[in-house]
Protein backbone atom coordinates (compact mmCIF):
# COMPACT_ATOMS: atom_id res chain seq x y z
CA UNK A 1 0.00 0.00 0.00
CA UNK A 2 2.91 3.00 0.83
CA UNK A 3 4.61 1.63 -1.97
CA UNK A 4 2.26 3.88 -4.21
CA UNK A 5 2.89 6.87 -2.31
CA UNK A 6 5.73 9.39 -3.52
CA UNK A 7 5.41 12.44 -1.54
CA UNK A 8 4.51 12.53 2.30
CA UNK A 9 2.25 15.20 3.49
CA UNK A 10 3.76 16.96 6.85
CA UNK A 11 1.09 18.94 8.22
CA UNK A 12 0.20 22.11 9.81
CA UNK A 13 -3.52 22.86 10.43
CA UNK A 14 -4.76 26.31 11.59
CA UNK A 15 -7.77 26.75 13.24
CA UNK A 16 -9.55 24.06 15.50
CA UNK A 17 -13.23 24.10 14.97
CA UNK A 18 -14.30 22.16 11.54
CA UNK A 19 -10.03 22.23 11.52
CA UNK A 20 -10.24 19.73 14.63
CA UNK A 21 -12.92 17.31 12.25
CA UNK A 22 -10.01 17.68 9.57
CA UNK A 23 -7.22 17.17 12.56
CA UNK A 24 -8.85 13.60 13.17
CA UNK A 25 -9.39 12.90 9.03
CA UNK A 26 -5.60 13.49 8.46
CA UNK A 27 -4.50 11.06 11.19
CA UNK A 28 -6.40 8.37 9.58
CA UNK A 29 -4.34 9.29 6.41
CA UNK A 30 -1.45 6.39 6.43
CA UNK A 31 0.89 8.88 4.77
CA UNK A 32 0.95 12.14 6.65
CA UNK A 33 2.61 13.57 9.56
CA UNK A 34 0.45 16.76 11.85
CA UNK A 35 3.08 18.42 12.81
CA UNK A 36 1.93 21.52 14.19
CA UNK A 37 -2.00 22.51 15.35
CA UNK A 38 -2.36 26.39 15.31
CA UNK A 39 -4.97 28.43 16.96
CA UNK A 40 -5.40 31.39 18.89
CA UNK A 41 -7.38 29.63 21.89
CA UNK A 42 -4.70 28.43 23.68
CA UNK A 43 -7.19 26.15 25.63
CA UNK A 44 -8.50 24.61 22.88
CA UNK A 45 -4.94 24.37 21.81
CA UNK A 46 -3.84 22.51 24.87
CA UNK A 47 -6.93 20.25 24.61
CA UNK A 48 -6.04 19.05 20.87
CA UNK A 49 -2.20 18.50 21.35
CA UNK A 50 -2.72 16.16 24.48
CA UNK A 51 -5.45 14.21 22.98
CA UNK A 52 -4.04 13.65 20.02
CA UNK A 53 -0.27 13.66 20.83
CA UNK A 54 0.56 16.64 18.38
CA UNK A 55 4.36 17.66 18.11
CA UNK A 56 3.54 21.23 18.23
CA UNK A 57 1.02 23.28 19.17
CA UNK A 58 1.54 27.01 18.27
CA UNK A 59 -0.70 30.53 18.27
CA UNK A 60 1.82 32.02 15.57
CA UNK A 61 0.45 31.07 11.70
CA UNK A 62 4.10 32.14 11.05
CA UNK A 63 6.04 29.63 12.90
CA UNK A 64 4.05 27.17 10.98
CA UNK A 65 4.25 28.07 7.48
CA UNK A 66 8.36 29.44 8.55
CA UNK A 67 8.68 25.46 9.33
CA UNK A 68 10.69 23.95 5.81
CA UNK A 69 9.59 20.28 6.93
CA UNK A 70 5.70 21.39 6.50
CA UNK A 71 4.35 20.96 3.21
CA UNK A 72 1.13 21.22 3.58
CA UNK A 73 -1.10 23.51 5.30
CA UNK A 74 -4.87 23.37 5.61
CA UNK A 75 -6.78 26.19 6.78
CA UNK A 76 -9.64 26.46 8.65
CA UNK A 77 -9.65 30.03 10.71
CA UNK A 78 -11.57 33.06 10.46
CA UNK A 79 -12.50 33.79 6.64
CA UNK A 80 -10.66 37.19 7.24
CA UNK A 81 -7.75 35.45 7.98
CA UNK A 82 -7.91 33.12 4.90
CA UNK A 83 -6.63 35.65 2.41
CA UNK A 84 -3.20 36.28 4.10
CA UNK A 85 -2.95 32.43 5.53
CA UNK A 86 -3.40 30.85 1.66
CA UNK A 87 -1.26 33.81 -0.18
CA UNK A 88 1.59 32.92 2.18
CA UNK A 89 1.36 28.98 2.38
CA UNK A 90 1.54 29.24 -1.30
CA UNK A 91 4.57 32.05 -1.38
CA UNK A 92 6.45 29.68 1.02
CA UNK A 93 6.08 26.80 -1.25
CA UNK A 94 3.24 24.48 0.88
CA UNK A 95 -0.40 22.67 -0.66
CA UNK A 96 -3.13 24.56 0.53
CA UNK A 97 -6.28 23.26 1.43
CA UNK A 98 -8.80 25.90 2.89
CA UNK A 99 -11.97 26.26 4.22
CA UNK A 100 -14.43 28.50 1.82
CA UNK A 101 -14.35 31.29 1.61
CA UNK A 102 -10.88 31.12 0.08
CA UNK A 103 -10.50 34.98 0.36
CA UNK A 104 -13.52 37.99 0.73
CA UNK A 105 -12.35 40.00 -2.18
CA UNK A 106 -11.91 39.89 -5.83
CA UNK A 107 -8.52 41.59 -5.53
CA UNK A 108 -7.55 39.15 -3.33
CA UNK A 109 -8.08 36.28 -5.09
CA UNK A 110 -6.57 37.24 -8.22
CA UNK A 111 -3.10 37.77 -6.10
CA UNK A 112 -4.00 34.60 -5.05
CA UNK A 113 -4.15 33.45 -8.68
CA UNK A 114 -1.38 34.97 -9.48
CA UNK A 115 1.29 33.59 -6.35
CA UNK A 116 -0.43 30.00 -7.79
CA UNK A 117 0.67 30.52 -11.84
CA UNK A 118 4.40 30.62 -10.29
CA UNK A 119 4.37 27.35 -8.27
CA UNK A 120 2.56 25.07 -11.04
CA UNK A 121 3.78 22.11 -8.30
CA UNK A 122 1.88 23.10 -5.67
CA UNK A 123 -1.83 21.42 -5.01
CA UNK A 124 -4.40 24.06 -3.84
CA UNK A 125 -8.40 22.43 -3.25
CA UNK A 126 -10.95 23.68 -0.51
CA UNK A 127 -13.90 22.19 1.02
CA UNK A 128 -16.88 22.12 -1.32
CA UNK A 129 -17.96 18.97 0.57
CA UNK A 130 -21.37 18.65 -1.18
CA UNK A 131 -19.45 17.21 -3.98
CA UNK A 132 -18.81 13.93 -1.96
CA UNK A 133 -22.51 13.89 -0.90
CA UNK A 134 -24.00 10.49 -2.70
CA UNK A 135 -26.74 12.76 -4.24
CA UNK A 136 -24.46 15.49 -6.07
CA UNK A 137 -21.24 12.96 -6.70
CA UNK A 138 -23.98 10.67 -9.00
CA UNK A 139 -25.61 13.76 -10.56
CA UNK A 140 -22.13 15.27 -11.75
CA UNK A 141 -21.28 11.43 -12.58
CA UNK A 142 -24.32 11.37 -14.95
CA UNK A 143 -24.81 14.97 -15.90
CA UNK A 144 -24.31 14.18 -19.74
CA UNK A 145 -27.76 12.38 -19.83
CA UNK A 146 -29.26 15.50 -18.55
CA UNK A 147 -30.16 17.14 -21.90
CA UNK A 148 -30.47 20.71 -22.40
CA UNK A 149 -30.67 22.01 -18.46
CA UNK A 150 -32.75 25.17 -18.53
CA UNK A 151 -32.81 26.10 -14.76
CA UNK A 152 -31.41 25.05 -11.96
CA UNK A 153 -32.56 26.34 -8.42
CA UNK A 154 -30.45 25.41 -4.79
CA UNK A 155 -31.48 27.00 -1.37
CA UNK A 156 -28.85 26.72 0.98
CA UNK A 157 -30.79 26.64 4.67
CA UNK A 158 -28.29 27.29 7.40
CA UNK A 159 -30.36 27.40 10.53
CA UNK A 160 -28.00 28.48 12.11
CA UNK A 161 -28.74 32.26 12.86
CA UNK A 162 -26.82 32.50 16.20
CA UNK A 163 -23.63 31.74 14.39
CA UNK A 164 -24.03 35.14 12.69
CA UNK A 165 -25.43 36.66 15.47
CA UNK A 166 -23.62 35.73 18.05
CA UNK A 167 -19.93 34.28 16.50
CA UNK A 168 -16.82 35.65 14.93
CA UNK A 169 -19.04 35.54 11.17
CA UNK A 170 -20.98 38.50 12.39
CA UNK A 171 -17.63 40.86 13.22
CA UNK A 172 -16.75 40.46 9.64
CA UNK A 173 -17.34 43.72 7.81
CA UNK A 174 -20.08 42.85 5.07
CA UNK A 175 -19.70 39.07 6.60
CA UNK A 176 -21.70 37.17 3.43
CA UNK A 177 -23.99 34.82 3.38
CA UNK A 178 -23.23 33.90 -0.52
CA UNK A 179 -19.66 33.14 0.58
CA UNK A 180 -20.57 31.75 4.25
CA UNK A 181 -23.09 29.14 2.52
CA UNK A 182 -24.97 29.46 -1.03
CA UNK A 183 -20.98 28.91 -2.08
CA UNK A 184 -21.54 25.24 -1.88
CA UNK A 185 -24.59 25.02 -4.19
CA UNK A 186 -23.31 27.79 -6.59
CA UNK A 187 -20.27 25.34 -6.78
CA UNK A 188 -22.43 22.45 -8.14
CA UNK A 189 -24.70 24.70 -10.37
CA UNK A 190 -21.49 25.95 -12.21
CA UNK A 191 -19.88 22.02 -12.01
CA UNK A 192 -23.22 20.39 -13.97
CA UNK A 193 -23.79 23.12 -16.35
CA UNK A 194 -20.25 23.53 -17.20
CA UNK A 195 -21.01 26.62 -19.02
CA UNK A 196 -19.53 30.82 -18.27
CA UNK A 197 -21.50 32.69 -17.10
CA UNK A 198 -22.94 36.02 -18.71
CA UNK A 199 -25.00 37.90 -16.22
CA UNK A 200 -25.34 37.91 -12.35
CA UNK A 201 -27.15 40.06 -9.82
CA UNK A 202 -28.26 39.52 -5.87
CA UNK A 203 -30.98 40.63 -4.00
CA UNK A 204 -30.48 40.69 -0.11
CA UNK A 205 -32.33 41.50 3.25
CA UNK A 206 -32.08 41.09 6.91
CA UNK A 207 -35.63 41.40 8.29
CA UNK A 208 -35.06 38.00 10.56
CA UNK A 209 -31.85 39.73 12.37
CA UNK A 210 -32.79 43.60 12.13
CA UNK A 211 -32.20 44.38 15.53
CA UNK A 212 -28.66 43.29 15.00
CA UNK A 213 -27.96 46.97 13.16
CA UNK A 214 -24.27 46.53 12.38
CA UNK A 215 -24.24 43.07 10.92
CA UNK A 216 -24.55 41.91 7.61
CA UNK A 217 -27.92 40.49 5.28
CA UNK A 218 -28.55 37.11 6.95
CA UNK A 219 -30.89 36.21 3.68
CA UNK A 220 -29.43 36.59 0.08
CA UNK A 221 -31.33 35.65 -3.09
CA UNK A 222 -28.80 35.28 -6.67
CA UNK A 223 -29.64 35.06 -10.37
CA UNK A 224 -26.74 33.66 -12.72
CA UNK A 225 -27.72 33.22 -16.51
CA UNK A 226 -25.63 31.38 -18.75
CA UNK A 227 -24.20 31.34 -21.89
CA UNK A 228 -26.32 29.43 -23.04
CA UNK A 229 -29.17 31.53 -21.77
CA UNK A 230 -30.60 28.84 -18.91
CA UNK A 231 -30.68 30.21 -16.06
CA UNK A 232 -29.86 29.37 -12.08
CA UNK A 233 -31.21 30.98 -8.82
CA UNK A 234 -29.45 30.48 -5.64
CA UNK A 235 -30.56 31.36 -1.70
CA UNK A 236 -28.29 31.56 0.85
CA UNK A 237 -31.17 31.91 3.22
CA UNK A 238 -29.15 31.99 7.38
CA UNK A 239 -32.45 32.87 8.78
CA UNK A 240 -34.67 30.32 8.51
CA UNK A 241 -35.61 28.90 11.72
CA UNK A 242 -35.33 25.27 10.76
CA UNK A 243 -32.73 22.25 10.52
CA UNK A 244 -29.16 22.76 8.62
CA UNK A 245 -30.56 21.80 5.03
CA UNK A 246 -30.02 22.11 1.16
CA UNK A 247 -32.57 21.42 -1.55
CA UNK A 248 -31.56 21.57 -5.28
CA UNK A 249 -33.95 20.94 -7.82
CA UNK A 250 -32.68 20.43 -11.84
CA UNK A 251 -34.86 20.87 -14.88
CA UNK A 252 -33.60 19.78 -17.99
CA UNK A 253 -35.27 18.61 -21.52
CA UNK A 254 -35.91 14.89 -20.82
CA UNK A 255 -35.65 14.73 -16.74
CA UNK A 256 -35.98 16.96 -13.60
CA UNK A 257 -34.50 16.00 -10.06
CA UNK A 258 -35.68 17.00 -6.79
CA UNK A 259 -33.57 16.63 -3.83
CA UNK A 260 -33.93 18.07 -0.02
CA UNK A 261 -33.07 16.37 3.14
CA UNK A 262 -31.03 13.41 1.68
CA UNK A 263 -34.16 12.57 -0.36
CA UNK A 264 -34.34 12.87 -4.30
CA UNK A 265 -36.69 12.27 -7.09
CA UNK A 266 -36.04 12.11 -10.45
CA UNK A 267 -39.03 12.48 -13.42
CA UNK A 268 -38.31 10.82 -16.73
CA UNK A 269 -39.84 11.93 -19.99
CA UNK A 270 -39.44 10.10 -23.14
CA UNK A 271 -42.20 10.60 -25.69
CA UNK A 272 -44.98 11.10 -23.95
CA UNK A 273 -44.32 8.96 -21.09
CA UNK A 274 -43.79 10.26 -17.55
CA UNK A 275 -42.07 8.30 -15.11
CA UNK A 276 -40.10 8.73 -11.80
CA UNK A 277 -37.65 6.94 -9.23
CA UNK A 278 -36.86 7.96 -5.51
CA UNK A 279 -34.08 7.13 -3.42
CA UNK A 280 -32.56 8.17 0.06
CA UNK A 281 -29.18 8.92 0.39
CA UNK A 282 -26.46 8.61 3.23
CA UNK A 283 -24.26 11.54 3.91
CA UNK A 284 -22.22 11.39 7.31
CA UNK A 285 -18.83 12.41 8.84
CA UNK A 286 -16.94 9.68 6.99
CA UNK A 287 -18.35 10.77 3.33
CA UNK A 288 -17.78 14.61 4.67
CA UNK A 289 -14.08 13.93 5.50
CA UNK A 290 -13.53 12.24 1.65
CA UNK A 291 -12.84 16.28 0.26
CA UNK A 292 -9.68 16.53 2.34
CA UNK A 293 -8.53 12.75 1.89
CA UNK A 294 -8.78 13.30 -2.23
CA UNK A 295 -6.31 16.69 -1.09
CA UNK A 296 -3.88 14.13 0.69
CA UNK A 297 -4.11 11.29 -1.52
CA UNK A 298 -3.20 13.87 -4.73
CA UNK A 299 -0.22 15.09 -2.97
CA UNK A 300 1.10 11.48 -1.96
CA UNK A 301 0.55 10.63 -5.35
CA UNK A 302 1.98 13.16 -7.29
CA UNK A 303 -1.31 13.09 -9.53
CA UNK A 304 -3.75 15.12 -10.68
CA UNK A 305 -7.00 13.40 -9.83
CA UNK A 306 -8.50 16.18 -7.37
CA UNK A 307 -12.05 16.28 -6.48
CA UNK A 308 -12.55 19.96 -7.29
CA UNK A 309 -9.99 21.87 -10.51
CA UNK A 310 -8.01 24.86 -9.22
CA UNK A 311 -9.55 26.37 -12.43
CA UNK A 312 -13.20 25.11 -11.42
CA UNK A 313 -12.18 26.77 -7.74
CA UNK A 314 -10.74 29.96 -9.17
CA UNK A 315 -13.76 30.30 -11.31
CA UNK A 316 -16.12 29.67 -8.71
CA UNK A 317 -14.30 32.60 -6.26
CA UNK A 318 -14.83 34.81 -8.91
CA UNK A 319 -18.37 34.39 -9.67
CA UNK A 320 -18.96 34.20 -5.98
CA UNK A 321 -17.45 37.41 -5.34
CA UNK A 322 -18.86 39.13 -8.07
CA UNK A 323 -22.63 37.81 -6.78
CA UNK A 324 -21.65 39.93 -3.67
CA UNK A 325 -20.49 42.91 -5.66
CA UNK A 326 -24.01 42.85 -7.46
CA UNK A 327 -25.29 42.59 -4.07
CA UNK A 328 -23.57 45.95 -2.37
CA UNK A 329 -24.09 47.61 -6.04
CA UNK A 330 -27.54 46.70 -6.39
CA UNK A 331 -27.20 45.99 -9.93
CA UNK A 332 -26.87 43.12 -12.66
CA UNK A 333 -23.56 42.51 -13.31
CA UNK A 334 -22.42 41.10 -17.26
CA UNK A 335 -19.40 39.20 -17.03
N1 LIG B 1 -16.95 23.41 4.35
C1 LIG B 1 -17.89 23.48 5.25
O1 LIG B 1 -18.94 22.87 5.11
C2 LIG B 1 -17.65 24.31 6.47
C3 LIG B 1 -18.39 24.08 7.65
C4 LIG B 1 -18.12 24.88 8.76
C5 LIG B 1 -17.16 25.89 8.69
N2 LIG B 1 -16.48 26.09 7.52
C6 LIG B 1 -15.45 27.14 7.43
O2 LIG B 1 -14.41 26.80 8.32
C7 LIG B 1 -13.81 27.97 8.86
C8 LIG B 1 -13.88 27.89 10.38
O3 LIG B 1 -15.23 27.86 10.77
P1 LIG B 1 -15.69 27.13 12.11
O4 LIG B 1 -17.15 26.93 12.02
O5 LIG B 1 -14.82 25.96 12.37
O6 LIG B 1 -15.38 28.28 13.18
P2 LIG B 1 -15.03 28.08 14.72
O7 LIG B 1 -15.15 29.42 15.32
O8 LIG B 1 -15.80 26.95 15.28
O9 LIG B 1 -13.50 27.63 14.69
C9 LIG B 1 -12.49 28.46 14.18
C10 LIG B 1 -11.26 28.26 15.04
O10 LIG B 1 -10.19 28.96 14.42
C11 LIG B 1 -9.50 29.71 15.40
N3 LIG B 1 -8.91 30.86 14.68
C12 LIG B 1 -9.55 31.90 14.14
N4 LIG B 1 -8.67 32.70 13.50
C13 LIG B 1 -7.46 32.13 13.65
C14 LIG B 1 -6.16 32.47 13.19
N5 LIG B 1 -5.94 33.56 12.47
N6 LIG B 1 -5.13 31.65 13.51
C15 LIG B 1 -5.34 30.54 14.25
N7 LIG B 1 -6.56 30.17 14.71
C16 LIG B 1 -7.60 30.95 14.40
C17 LIG B 1 -10.53 30.08 16.45
O11 LIG B 1 -9.96 30.33 17.70
C18 LIG B 1 -11.40 28.82 16.45
O12 LIG B 1 -10.95 27.86 17.37
C19 LIG B 1 -14.60 29.12 8.26
O13 LIG B 1 -13.90 29.61 7.16
C20 LIG B 1 -15.90 28.52 7.83
O14 LIG B 1 -16.47 29.18 6.71
C21 LIG B 1 -16.72 25.32 6.44
Known amino acids: MLKSFKSPCVIGIIGLGVGAFHLRNSLKFKNCKIKYICDVNKKKLLYYKK ?3 INKATTNFDKVVNDKEVNT ?3 ASNDKDHFYQVSNSLKHNKHVFVEKPMCLSLKNLETIIKIKKNKP ?3 ISSNLVLRVHPFFEKLIREKKKLKKIYYLEGDYNYGRLDKLTKGWRGKIKDYSVILGGGIH ?5 LKIKEKKVKEIYTMSNKLISRKFKNYANDFAVSLLKFDDNSIAKIS ?4 SPSDHHHIFNVY ?3 TSFFYNRNKSEQYFRENENKSSIKLNYKYDNK ?3 KMLLNFLSAISRKNSNLIISENELFYLMKICLF ?3 SQKKNRIIKL
Open 51 to 53: KFK
Open 121 to 123: NLY
Open 73 to 75: III
Open 236 to 239: SNFS
Open 185 to 189: LIDLI
Open 287 to 289: TKG
Open 252 to 254: AQN
Open 323 to 325: LVQ
